[in-house]
């Protein structure tokens, strides 16, 4: 008796449905990551850049019993948006699921606060990896929850934080060194399968770019920048759309 593999796989937002065959009782490989956050606003004041957004939690798992002939929901999360200046935090990644299982988003950046070293945001799930709150950290890369489950990783903070890597060491987004009278924005977590947006730039006498997108899936968007010269605030990047794949033998 011959067997093939067959694939599918969902990789941007919305919600799907799965037929699953009628000689199929168990999906063979189930991969799964939550969207990524937005990075965060900067606020027009030294040292005020937004925060990098955290990048979705991961699973990947084999064996998950299906209905024979049956339908399974799908649904892919949507990237959280950047937030916009003055000092608004990312919206939140959006959670990916197949059927009963779920993988959460990662969490916003924070916006650029006065007097304050702002966190990156939290990867997603309850071992995703939290925000650093000291200049120049990386964020944290998430910790295994459970066999197959893996939390998100976290974004860098303003001004030279940047997103800590995903697995298979997707970079998160960098975040431009710290010169007097401007800020740059913190970098966006790295996913498993996607890179972290960088966080914006700025320097003396040239205006301020917004935090850049993520790229590929589940990964956070760069915070934005600020300059006290040119330019004023930006916004942060947008976080990445999540994925779901799955395969099966029949």
Not at 17 to 37: Q, R
Not at 122 to 128: A, L, S, V
């Amino acid at each position: 008796m011959t067997t093939t593999t067959q694939r599918q796989e969902w990789n941007a937002a919305g919600t799907y449905t799965f037929n699953v065959p009628a000689n199929v009782s168990s999906i063979h490989h189930l991969e799964m990551l939550g969207a990524g956050g937005g990075g965060g606003g900067s606020r027009n004041l030294v040292n005020n850049g937004g925060s990098g957004g955290g990048s979705g939690e991961y699973c990947e798992i084999t064996g998950f019993k299906v209905t024979a002939g049956g339908t399974v929901t799908v649904v892919v999360g949507a990237g959280g948006i950047g937030g916009n200046p003055p000092s608004q935090t990312g919206t939140a990644g959006g959670s990916s699921s197949f059927g009963v299982l779920t993988a959460l988003g990662g969490l916003g950046g924070p916006g650029g606060t006065p007097g304050l070293v702002t966190n990156g945001g939290n990867g997603g799930g309850p071992g995703g990896g939290v925000g650093p709150g000291s200049f120049g950290i990386p964020g944290n890369i998430g910790s295994l929850e459970a066999p197959g489950w893996f939390g998100g990783t976290a974004g860098g903070n303003q001004s030279t934080g940047p997103g800590g890597p995903g697995l298979n060491n997707n970079p998160g987004g960098a975040s431009p060194p710290f010169v007097a009278g401007f800020a740059s924005g913190g970098g966006g977590a790295g996913s498993p399968r996607g890179t972290g947006g960088s966080g914006g730039t700025a320097a003396i006498g040239v205006a301020a770019t917004p935090g850049l997108p993520g790229t590929g899936n589940g990964s956070g968007g760069g915070g934005g920048a600020v300059s006290n010269v040119v330019g004023g605030s930006t916004a942060g990047g947008n976080g990445t759309d999540g994925y779901v794949a799955v395969s099966w033998i029949s």
